[in-house]
């Protein structure tokens, strides 16, 4: 399907959120595409992303960062029901949404609005994440973006 190699220095560059693990080289009409899932020779879970500039190499071949998922998070989402007449919260449902492969990497504490030290982590993964979700009951989603074709989110 493709060479999976070691991925070069990443020289200062600062598109990279983490220096990959590995590049990705397939043939251009391979199907993979930035968020798709796969396991690596050790059985590891891999997941690809664009290498940040340009994914073709002509009609040779096409690139990819490949980012190693390390942990199996807990998704779930709140939703709340507004009263239509008070406008306020009359209940809210945590619903699961399942099991999504990520990694979890530590940013250091962001001091919160009282200067109190809140730890934060950036998960890489290929699901949907939106602002609120839950991962593994404990850290909740503050900033999402779409970046490299995988979803980069801030959580604490």
Same mark, same amino acid.
């Given at each position: %399907?493709?060479?999976?190699?070691?991925?070069?220095?990443?020289?200062?560059?600062?598109?990279?959120?983490?220096?990959?693990?590995? %590049? $990705? /080289?397939?043939?251009?009409?391979?199907?993979?595409?930035?968020? @798709?899932?796969?396991y690596?020779? @050790?059985?590891?879970?891999?997941?690809?992303?664009? @290498?940040? &500039?340009?994914?073709?190499?002509?009609?040779i071949?096409? *690139?990819?960062?490949?980012? /190693?998922?390390?942990?199996?998070?807990? +998704?779930?989402?709140?939703?709340?029901?507004?009263?239509?007449?008070?406008?306020?919260?009359?209940?809210?449902?945590?619903?699961?949404?399942?099991?999504? +492969?990520?990694?979890?990497?530590?940013?250091?504490?962001?001091?919160?609005?009282?200067?109190?030290?809140?730890?934060?982590?950036?998960? $890489?993964?290929?699901?949907? *994440?939106?602002?609120? @979700?839950i $991962?593994?009951?404990?850290?909740?989603v503050?900033?999402?973006?779409?970046?490299?074709?995988? &979803?980069?989110?801030?959580?604490?």
């Amino acid at each position: %399907m493709g060479h999976l190699a070691a991925a070069p220095d990443a020289q200062g560059r600062v598109n990279s959120y983490v220096i990959p693990r590995r %590049m $990705l /080289t397939v043939h251009p009409k391979c199907q993979i595409q930035p968020g @798709d899932l796969f396991y690596g020779p @050790d059985r590891e879970v891999l997941m690809v992303a664009t @290498d940040g &500039t340009n994914t073709t190499r002509g009609d040779i071949s096409r *690139l990819f960062k490949v980012y /190693t998922l390390d942990q199996k998070l807990a +998704w779930s989402r709140t939703t709340t029901v507004t009263d239509a007449v008070t406008g306020l919260e009359k209940s809210s449902t945590t619903t699961s949404l399942g099991d999504i +492969w990520g990694t979890l990497e530590i940013l250091g504490p962001v001091s919160d609005t009282i200067d109190v030290p809140v730890p934060t982590y950036r998960v $890489l993964t290929n699901a949907t *994440l939106t602002y609120g @979700d839950i $991962l593994n009951g404990t850290y909740r989603v503050r900033s999402v973006e779409t970046a490299l074709g995988i &979803t980069v989110a801030e959580v604490q």
